[in-house]
């Protein structure tokens, strides 16, 4: 499994063992919303903030994503679907990890919504991507949540916990989860993922303060790190977001830190 390590690496920070991705595939769903119209500018911010992996479409890569500053770990993303489409929460497969591999990717992403109308084949599309991640030695993260007519609230610790843990069965190196709220609550799926476990930054929200105390929840909990996408790339200054980010995850900093680096 040595290409995996060397690639994880890539997107880990080798010394923390933890790590801060931001997702930036956001356009193929509900379109250029603000902070994603101009990708090499935004993209630029988040790198220089010290983002370990930033996560796109293929197309966007194609179209060359990177300005200055220096390398961050590639995450492309392999599902997708619309906001136009009669069922939203029905993924498809949009590109292969061959394709990935000929981009230059670190890693892939595939997102499954549990609970929803199609998801079946989106969890064949989990087993099949997994096993060509595996012949590939391409890092797979599985974005797993529970929506759908069943999930009468996405957040809840059962529904996240068995996400993951089914996430995890089918092959997947990296889950990423939303949050249950609590540290206590968090722990149990930590506990129950037999590997990392990152957290998702969800809508936009209220405060930065809101923001630093869902991270820093999930760390307590054992969590390996966040991927934030919105929260980060929408600020008013992603720059300096991230960092904060960065130093709750890295070096261990609380909430009065965070808060000051965006000062």
């Known amino acids: 499994m040595i290409g ?3 690639r ?3 997107i880990i920070d080798r010394n923390s063992g933890k790590t801060v991705i931001v997702p930036m595939d956001h356009g193929v769903t509900v379109g250029p919303i603000e902070g994603l119209a101009d990708m090499r500018a935004t993209i630029s911010q988040i790198v220089a903030g010290g983002a370990n992996a930033i996560l796109m479409h293929k197309g966007i890569v194609r179209a060359g994503h990177r300005g200055t500053g220096k390398d961050v770990g590639l995450i ?3 599902s997708a ?6 069922d939203p929460l029905a993924k498809e497969l949009v590109c292969t990890v061959e394709e990935a591999i000929r981009l230059g990717a670190d890693a892939v992403s595939i997102h499954i919504n549990l609970g929803a109308e199609t998801d ?9 991507v997994s096993s060509i991640c595996m012949e590939w030695q391409m890092p797979l993260i599985a974005m797993m949540y529970t929506r759908g007519p069943k999930i009468k609230n996405e957040y809840d610790v059962e529904n996240i916990k068995h996400a993951a843990r089914v996430g995890a069965e089918l092959g997947a190196d990296i889950i990423k989860v939303g949050y249950t709220g609590t540290v206590e609550s968090f722990a149990e799926v930590v506990e129950g993922c037999p590997v990392p476990v990152v957290i998702a930054g969800g809508p936009k929200m209220d405060s930065d303060e809101d923001i630093f105390a869902m991270a820093e929840g999930a760390l307590k909990a054992g969590a390996a ?5 919105r929260n980060a790339f929408q600020h008013k200054d992603p720059v300096k977001m991230v960092k904060a980010l960065c130093k709750m995850v890295h070096k261990g900093a ?6 000051a680096t965006l000062k």
Do not use: C, N, W, Y
Not at 120 to 128: D, S, T, V
């Open 254 to 259: 609380g909430i009065d830190v965070a808060m």
């Open 8 to 10: 994880m690496e890539r």
């Open 81 to 86: 679907s619309t906001s136009m489409s009669p």
């Open 76 to 78: 492309i993303h392999l």
């Open 225 to 229: 790190g966040l991927s934030i996408g």
């Open 4 to 6: 995996k390590k060397i």
């Open 120 to 128: 079946r084949e989106m969890l064949r599309q989990l087993g099949f």
